[in-house]
């Protein structure tokens, strides 16, 4: 599948029309951590619970300092109109408005620039659908973390609060997160740094293994 973004890949400085008008992605981006996910079509049923669930937990990813964007293949209109079936899901209001912009790609373009395809699953045309892909970018616009899903697999969102809670950490503290890590266990030192300097970092000490 052509294009795609690798860790450490500038966030792309593309310019697409959304639910809050038209927006210069990395003027949208800032310096604040960001999320960039899609979904394979607006209306349908897993997708329409994903989007639920998104917005449900948007002020969980406010906390960190964490905007959101999703994209998909279909029209602005179409998104605004699918907005009051997610909010309706959610028993609020059935309003056009939700608390993050959604992209219009109907044509395809961005899906195909960043690697967002999924050849397995097609629409009545033959044309494939986007997968379930989520992008997270740190304030230096770099991409920090990706995760590629088929169409067919609803995202885990606690998982990915939980990610970037890691990520977060490892930014600002220097360490790394072992295996089933939540946030307030336990974590260890990053291989890059040494004792000496573990000692300054962390001055109340560490235990165990330094790594």
Known sequence: MPGGLLLGDEAPNFEADTTIGRIPFQDFLGDSWSILFCHPRDFTLVCTRELSRAAKLAPEFAKGNVKMIALSIDSVQDHLSWSKDINAYNGEEATKKLPFPIIDDHKRDLAIKLGMLDPNQRDGQG????????????????????????????????????????????????VATPVDW??????????????????????????????
């Not at 973390?145 to 930014?171: C, H, K, M, W």
């Not at 573990?198 to 000490?205: H, N």
């Open 182 to 211: 939540k946030c307030g266990d336990s974590v260890m030192v990053v291989p890059t740094i040494s004792e000496e300097e573990a000692r300054k970092l962390f001055p109340k000490g560490v235990f165990g293994l330094l790594y």
């Open 127 to 174: 044309m494939p659908l986007t997968a379930r892909v989520v992008f997270i970018f740190g304030p230096d616009k770099k991409l920090k973390l990706s995760i590629l899903y088929p169409a067919t697999a609803g995202r885990n969102f606690d998982e990915i609060l939980r990610v970037i809670d890691s990520l977060q950490l490892t930014a600002y503290k220097k």
